[in-house]
């Protein structure tokens, strides 16, 4: 699966940042080196990467989602939580790999998991922020495959997880 031709204008996940916009191929020359370089912005982190052409499989770049794949994360997000009995930190780690991952379906297991309704119990600093770094990936994410607003998306993710 050779998801590495991407084009100036086409919508990218990078797994440690989420979504972001090609906005050129460029050539620099590194240590004598010609190297071709896809220059990505990731508008939410205000911050701009350049990823080595040759270097975008191994670093986990790819495409967005098809609606398929987000639908099937969006039926994730309606399943039932599930929690395992380890320690926290050892959670926290989980899930920030999953995030991490970039794959939508792992991201949304983080929301679910770590979603709170009205009527349960205060979340930790720390499950809250895992919990809002997922959502907005996923958010963001769910935008870029519907075109629409971050915040829209936002809103349809917490409506399913309210509907659960």
């Not at 240590?31 to 701009?48: A, D, K, P, Q």
């Not at 009995?85 to 926290?92: F, G, L």
């Amino acid at each position: 699966m050779s998801n590495t031709t991407f084009l100036a204008g086409d919508f990218v996940v990078y797994p440690a940042h989420g979504v972001g916009k090609v906005l050129e191929i460029e050539k620099q020359v590194i240590s004598g080196m010609e190297l071709e370089l896809f220059v990505i912005s990731f508008e939410r982190e205000r911050m701009t990467l350049r990823v080595p052409v040759m270097k975008a499989k191994n670093s986990g770049l790819r495409k967005l989602s098809t609606k398929k794949v987000m639908d099937s994360a969006l039926t994730t997000l309606k399943g039932r939580a599930r929690t395992k009995r380890a320690m926290w930190s050892r959670r926290a780690q989980e899930y920030e790999a999953k995030i991490n991952s970039g794959d939508p379906e792992s991201i949304a297991e983080v929301v679910r998991d770590l979603h709170r309704s009205a009527t349960q119990p205060e979340q930790s600093y720390s499950e809250r922020q895992i919990y809002e770094q997922a959502l907005e990936r996923l958010s963001c994410e769910l935008a870029a495959v519907e075109e629409i607003e971050t915040e829209a998306a936002t809103e349809k993710l917490e409506k399913l997880l309210r509907a659960a």
